[in-house]
T-cell receptor
Framework: DAGITQSPRHKVTETGTPVTLRCHQTENHRYMYWYRQDPGHGLRLIHYSYGVKDTDKGEVSDGYSVSRSKTEDFLLTLESATSSQTSVYFC?????????FGSGTRLTVV | AQTVTQSQPEMSVQEAETVTLSCTYDTSESDYYLFWYKQPPSRQMILVIRQEAYKQQNATENRFSVNFQKAAKSFSLKISDSQLGDAAMYFCAYRDDKIIFGKGTRLHILP
């Protein structure tokens, strides 16, 4: 969807390094979400935000932090990446008609 | 906690036939939303259909329809006249203040 941009689209990083994934929206939506998708697990919620500087944990938040200093940007940070964090990460926003997802970021931790 | 269960990891259907994907969920809430999302190989998540729990009428979008049984907490997706482009992973999802996904059903369309 043109209203949500995730960057980067692909990233390979080494174990122990910090990584930040960015989600940018142009729709001025209040709610934003980070999910990870793994085979056999579907999409699992990592963190979400219900406004600037207002965030909360999802079901798989360990090892991740988030920040939202502006309505349009929601950052996901892996402070020290581990191989178990190799996954596809999706950002989503909640608008009037429902959820809209970004195109995903494929992160590989080697 | 709310849960969403898709009991069919994979399904196959002949082109032009009808297929039904199953989904059950667990919640103590009375007001919520249910969704089916499609994820083709492109990885994009595409909303197929949505249902508000307070509406008894089943939602329909062209060839896609749902059978919503609130008392049974069941929300199945029926795809009529299956097309090759329908091949994808399908996720059932539940939402009150956040959205919870099932593990998905991979649908294959046989020519």
């Amino acid at each position: 969807d043109a209203g949500i941009t995730q960057s980067p689209r692909h990233k390979v990083t080494e174990t122990g390094t910090p990584v930040t994934l960015r989600c940018h929206q142009t729709e001025n939506h209040r709610y934003m979400y980070w999910y990870r998708q793994d085979p056999g697990h579907g999409l699992r919620l990592i963190h979400y935000s219900y406004g600037v500087k207002d965030t909360d944990k999802g079901e798989v938040s360990d090892g991740y932090s988030v920040s939202r200093s502006k309505t349009e940007d929601f950052l996901l940070t892996l402070e020290s990446a581990t191989s178990s964090q190799t996954s596809v990460y999706f950002c989503a926003t909640l608008g009037h008609y429902g959820y809209t997802f970004g195109s995903g970021t494929r992160l590989t931790v080697v | 906690a709310q849960t969403v269960t898709q009991s069919q990891p994979e399904m196959s259907v002949q082109e032009a036939e009808t297929v039904t994907l199953s989904c059950t969920y667990d919640t103590s809430e009375s007001d919520y939303y249910l969704f089916w999302y499609k994820q083709p190989p492109s990885r994009q998540m595409i909303l197929v259909i949505r249902q508000e729990a307070y509406k008894q009428q089943n939602a329909t979008e062209n060839r896609f329809s749902v059978n919503f049984q609130k008392a049974a907490k069941s929300f199945s997706l029926k795809i009529s006249d299956s097309q090759l482009g329908d091949a994808a992973m399908y996720f059932c999802a539940y939402r009150d203040d956040k959205i919870i996904f099932g593990k998905g059903t991979r649908l294959h369309i046989l020519p």
